[in-house]
């Protein structure tokens, strides 16, 4: 049973301001949510959307508590290209979200298991995430979580597999500098989620997504895995639409 639900937008902009509405009304009806991040240039009119709606007094995230997805191994908080620099660059240095509220995954953890393992216990600890936002890659990815034999539980190590690396090389000086592996929640710590929210642009998105909502489920679409979800909103331009 498919439940996905699918809101095409005019271009990302307008994608931006359809996947804000989402998050206005989960913070309205619950001002100490718990939401998932994601990083990359796709959320990046939500975002920019998101603080606006904060300036003018219509969001407030003073109480709103929030998860990212995943992060790079080896580069820490500061690196220019960590998912914690990015977030706090794009979104956290702009809103009114307590510094103490935002988790990402450790990139320097010398203990990965340890790390893991209590990356999912804050979570738990907050009452689970309510509402995660979601991007998608060419070979189906969500988070980190690659193409494999099965679905990953929980948060864990991934190996980046090349397709992942080429496309994240555009962020870096050279290919060799994008490493080689990330720390992501699992695929099932994404499906405990309460409502899911995928953002896509562009026409290279498209067959992508048909196979994700529209194929089998299969583990080397991870994200198939989505149509087993009660609540998922996707939210796509019409460059993307599957339809």
């Known amino acids: 049973m498919i439940h996905v639900r699918v809101m095409k937008a005019k271009n990302p902009e307008e994608m931006g301001k359809l996947a804000a509405d989402q998050f206005e009304a989960m913070i309205q009806t619950k001002p100490a949510c718990v939401i998932g991040l994601a990083t990359g240039s796709t959320p990046l009119p939500l975002y920019r959307e998101l603080i606006k709606r ?11 508590r929030s998860a ?3 992060e790079y191994k080896g580069l820490g908080p500061d690196h220019p290209q960590s998912y914690r620099k990015f977030m706090q660059e794009n979104l956290f240095d702009h809103i009114s979200i307590k ?12 203990d990965v298991q340890q790390m893991c393992a209590a990356y999912e216990q804050k979570i738990e600890e907050w009452g689970g995430v309510d509402l995660q936002l979601l991007g998608i890659g060419h070979d189906g990815h969500i988070g980190f979580n690659e193409p494999e034999d099965y679905f990953p539980g929980m948060t864990h190590e991934v190996q980046l597999t ?9 962020f870096f000086d050279s290919v060799d500098d994008v490493p080689r592996a990330a720390f992501t929640m699992g695929i099932g710590t994404i499906m405990a989620a309460k409502k899911i929210v995928m953002v896509v642009t562009g026409a ?4 992508i997504l048909h196979k994700t909502f529209w194929g089998p489920v ?3 679409v991870p994200a198939s895995i989505l149509q087993f979800h009660q609540d998922v909103t996707l939210i796509c331009d019409e460059a993307a639409y599957p339809l």
């Open 68 to 70: 990212n997805l995943d």
């Open 54 to 64: 904060e300036q003018e007094g219509k969001i407030d995230f003073s109480r709103v």
């Open 99 to 110: 510094p103490e509220n935002t988790i990402v995954p450790d990139g320097l953890a010398e």
């Open 162 to 170: 090349e397709m992942t690396i080429d496309a994240n090389k555009r």
């Open 218 to 220: 299969d583990p080397q």
């Open 204 to 207: 290279d998105k498209k067959e």
